[in-house]
């Protein structure tokens, strides 16, 4: 009930949450294919090759966040780490670990292709 | 897609590039000598081909400025509170929602209320009809008095 009295005093544009997470999407779908020719390349193997994945995007994550959330959410009064302003309240989890399951093909795809490229 | 992005896309593309061209000669290169030590020393871990830390640098920092470069890429963020992008509309216009190289989007609606601003039901027509006819009367005298 408080949530639902809370999106009716500050609607929410379903639009603009609609290309938010469409642009991050597209960062993450893009990175994952790219960490997948670096793993390849690294000659990496079971574990190590999926640590790799994941602490690099985490890393891309930050790296949207300083670059493209934190400038003009910092001013606007938000916490540092706070990412309400463009992506749902309470969806900072999904913020900065959504991309994983969504790229992962990409990067095992990549990954895999690579690896026979080089070490083949 | 800005200069600054494409700059540090292309060039990490190249350090990449580069990166997976040097693994690859150096596999092709070391893999026949690894296999002669391992046959003379029979030991199980010569067996394994390590990369050299410049290759492994060069692929670190190469994906890195690529994922910056993508980053920069990315379209602007909307604001999702209805009263911060309604603001926004109003303080910048169609300014505040360009991609990367200036253009505005093509999903832009501009004002929501903007259906409100400018009624056309109540635009008063008998006033404009009784201009209009003012207007083609003078027109008429005008040319009347030309001839």
Known sequence: MAAERELQIAPLVQESLVHNTRTLNNLHSLTASLLGVAAGILGLESLAGFAFYISFSLLAAVLFYVLRVAPSSLPAGKSLGDTSRYFRRGGGFEFWTGGLMGGLAGFVLTWTLFYGLVRA | ?147
């Open chain 2, 1 to 147: 897609m800005t200069l600054l992005s494409k700059t540090f896309t292309v060039f990490g593309s190249i350090l990449l590039a580069h990166a997976c061209y040097s693994a690859r000669e150096h596999t092709a290169l070391q893999s026949p000598r690894v296999v002669t030590a391992a046959a003379l020393s029979s030991s199980p871990a010569a067996g394994s081909v390590s990369l050299p830390v410049d290759i492994i640098i060069e692929t670190i920092v190469s994906t890195v400025l690529i994922i910056t470069g993508l980053v920069l890429g990315t379209k602007p963020l909307r604001p999702l509170e209805w009263r911060v992008w309604a603001g926004k509309i109003e303080r910048e216009g169609a300014e505040g929602f360009t991609d990367g190289s200036g253009k505005v989007d093509r999903d832009y609606v501009g004002n929501p209320f903007s259906v409100l601003e400018s009624r056309p039901n109540f635009v008063d027509i008998r006033r404009q009809r009784r201009e209009f006819a003012e207007w083609s009367r003078q027109k008429e005298k005008f040319l009347q008095q030309g001839q």
